[in-house]
């Protein structure tokens, strides 16, 4: 439960925490002086994957220590303060359809792009809920499902010769505790922000968003993200 608690006082924990995603996040976030709990379906090879972030984390904590410990996903959706789902989204539904009870009452941070690649490049899956996060939330009943994140690339995340991150995050929610408390988490990322985007129901632009800039990424050799102009 986060209610009440300073952001920095939270443990997160990321599910697909072995992706490059779940561990860029989990870097970043363990460097800013989060305790992070990995996830993964193999708790055994997801110990090693979290010596690896800490190393990272360490790295770009000059000097600080840092907490990354890892874990199976129902042990760190339980033993979380707040969670990002960071797994493909052909395995969304499942992880998460078996994690209601260890996620209720808690903020649930997703992230996940319903996207695929053909011939023509990227394109947006259809979600039947309208979007990831909102199919999160029908799973979830009893947790705060935020969406955010979804605009970072994870090569920038790793990269921690690049100790400041040029871009914002655009968080979509219904409950404005929840949203905040992501708005927070991200603004402890040096250079990003954490930005309020709409309600849930906006969640669906936000994922889909995310294909337009992997179509830039692919045509400019870039990490592409986004900045809002005017807040
Ligand atoms: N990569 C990016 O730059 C980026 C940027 C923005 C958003 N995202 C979103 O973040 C999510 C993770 O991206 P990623 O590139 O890190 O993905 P990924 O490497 O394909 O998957 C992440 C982890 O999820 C677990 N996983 C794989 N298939 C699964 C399944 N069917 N069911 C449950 N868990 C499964 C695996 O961990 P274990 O085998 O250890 O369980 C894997 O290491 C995606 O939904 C993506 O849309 C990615």
Redesign the pocket.
């Known amino acids: 439960m986060s209610e009440g608690r300073a952001v920095e006082d939270l443990v997160v924990g990321v ?10 996040l989990a870097v970043r976030l363990a460097a800013a002086g989060q305790q992070v709990l990995l ?4 708790a055994e ?2 110990a090693d ?1 979290a010596e690896q972030v800490a190393e990272r984390a360490t790295a770009a904590a000059a000097g600080s220590e840092v907490s990354v410990r890892g874990g199976s ?1 129902a042990d760190v959706a339980g033993a979380a303060d707040l969670v990002v ?8 539904a ?2 998460l359809a078996e994690l209601t009870t260890p996620l209720a009452g808690k903020i649930v941070v997703d ?5 695929a690649f053909d011939e023509l490049g990227a394109y947006v899956l259809d979600v039947p809920e309208g979007s ?1 996060a909102q199919q999160a939330a029908a799973l979830l009943p009893d947790s705060q499902v935020v969406g955010a ?9 790793e990269d921690v010769s690049q100790p400041t991150l040029d871009c914002d995050v655009m968080v979509v929610g219904d409950v404005r505790e929840a949203t905040d408390t992501v708005q927070a988490l991200a603004g402890r990322l040096p250079g990003m922000r954490g930005i309020y985007a709409g309600r849930l129901r906006n969640a669906r632009q936000v ?1 889909a968003l ?1 294909v337009n800039l ?1 179509s830039c990424n692919r045509r400019y050799k870039a ?1 592409a993200g986004i900045r809002i102009t005017d807040v």
Do not use: I, Y
Request: glycine share 14%; with cysteine; charged share 10%.
């Open positions: 599910l697909g925490g072995t992706g490059p995603q779940g561990r860029g996830g993964s379906r193999d090879r997801c994957v996903n789902v960071a797994v493909p989204f052909a395995g969304h499942a992880t992230c996940v792009v319903p996207m990831v994140f979804h605009h970072v690339s994870a090569a920038l995340l994922e995310t992997v990490h």
